[in-house]
């Protein structure tokens, strides 16, 4: 089952932060997030691990809460590099296989 | 981490025809994936490659059309077969690092059209 993303697109500008959401119907072994820019291929952010604690690199960060099966990303003081789609992956740990969420288009404007 | 060349990077095809695409990578690597992507949609799985064994399809895709090859440990190809508009997409191959629970890496994908 592929995860649920939420909003499916929102409009910043920039200095503005966002929160990005990620539900499974599924136990998660471990949530990766991505983003990708158009007609290029996803661009790994980070991972969160079944156990592990938030995890985050410069204004962006991200949370993993096993209990509820869901995942959120943190994006602060955004900038326009951030625009782009932004898929949150949930890993099968038996087979390592990812699947891919319902994906968030994040546009930053001046 | 991983270095996947992937090629051809677009193609315009007929229906009926067949398109191979390959994926190679710089380092040997258990698990390939590969992926679509249509307009404007998330990436969809559809299958994994091991190499010495048949691949593992998603459901909604069969071996039939999307046979899969997976000769050694740095390379696999992905054909798709018997083409029809509905196949227009782009087309990924993935690996993961050899340990478990890293990034993905992807291949540039290639843009396939059918007319």
């Known amino acids: 089952q592929q995860p649920v993303q939420s909003p499916q697109a929102v409009i910043l500008r920039e200095g503005e932060d966002a929160v990005i959401n990620c539900s499974s119907s599924k136990a998660l072994y471990s949530v990766h997030w991505y983003r990708q820019k158009h007609g290029e291929a996803p661009v790994f952010l980070m991972i969160l691990l079944k156990g592990g604690e938030q995890k985050g690199h410069d204004k962006i960060s991200a949370s993993f809460n096993e209990k509820k099966q869901q995942s959120s990303l943190y994006l602060t003081a955004s900038q326009l590099s951030y625009s782009g789609t932004y898929f949150c992956g949930t890993e099968d740990g038996a087979t390592n296989k990812l699947i891919f969420g319902t994906g968030t288009l994040l546009a930053v404007q001046p | 981490s991983a270095v996947i060349s992937q090629k051809p990077s677009r193609d315009i095809c007929q229906r009926g025809t067949s398109l191979t695409i390959q994926c190679q990578v710089d380092?040997?690597?258990?698990?390939m994936f590969w992926y679509r992507q249509q307009p404007g949609q998330s990436l969809t799985l559809i299958a994994t490659a091991n190499q010495g064994s048949e691949a593992t399809y998603e459901s909604g895709f069969v071996i039939d059309k999307f046979p899969i090859s997976r000769p050694n440990l740095t390379f696999s190809t992905l054909t798709v077969s018997n083409m029809s508009p509905e196949d227009s997409s782009i087309y990924l191959c993935?690996?993961?690092?050899?340990?478990?629970?890293?990034?993905?890496?992807f291949g540039q994908g290639t843009r396939l059209t059918v007319v």
């Open positions: 380092s040997q690597v258990t698990m």
């Open positions: 993935s690996v993961e690092a050899v340990h478990e629970s890293t990034e993905a890496f």
